[in-house]
Nanobody
Framework: QVQLVESGGGLVQAGDSLRLSCAMSARTFSNYALAWFRQAPGREREFVVAISGDGSRTGYADSVKGRFTISRDSSKYTVYLQMNSLKPEDTAIYYC????????????????????WGQGTQVTVSS
């Protein structure tokens, strides 16, 4: 059973930065594409960013391009989300997700593909 544990959320002001972390229990780390999704109150969970198992490919939602950066550290079995220039509309619960893939250089932006999820971490951006 794969476990994902997020950390790093909090309350910040517009324009500030935050870095989220997600530690993964699986040791076959490179076989998993990793992603961040978010869910604001009253809204569906939406894709934010994903990274392939080997880290060679990434994909971003248009709303966060140029502001957010995903990275992964295989030595620590951890994926990071660096969020800069935060806006009030970024306020949501952020979830880390993992998807086992046969090809280490692919990822999906569909939440239906991801088998494992973390418990979520709250990010609140005040104006």
């Amino acid at each position: 059973q794969v476990q994902l544990v997020e950390s790093g959320g909090g309350l910040v002001q517009a324009g500030d930065s935050l870095r989220l972390s997600c530690a993964m229990s699986a040791r076959t780390f490179s076989n998993y594409a990793l992603a961040w999704f978010r869910q604001a109150p009253g809204r569906e969970r939406e894709f934010v960013v994903a990274i392939s198992g080997d880290g060679s490919r990434t994909g971003y939602a248009d709303s966060v391009k140029g502001r957010f950066t995903i990275s992964r550290d295989s030595s620590k079995y951890t994926v990071y989300l660096q969020m800069n220039s935060l806006k009030p509309e970024d306020t949501a619960i952020y979830y880390c997700a993992a998807d086992w893939r046969g090809s280490v250089d692919t990822y999906s932006s569909s939440r239906l593909q991801y088998e494992y999820w973390g418990q979520g971490t709250q990010v609140t951006v005040s104006s």
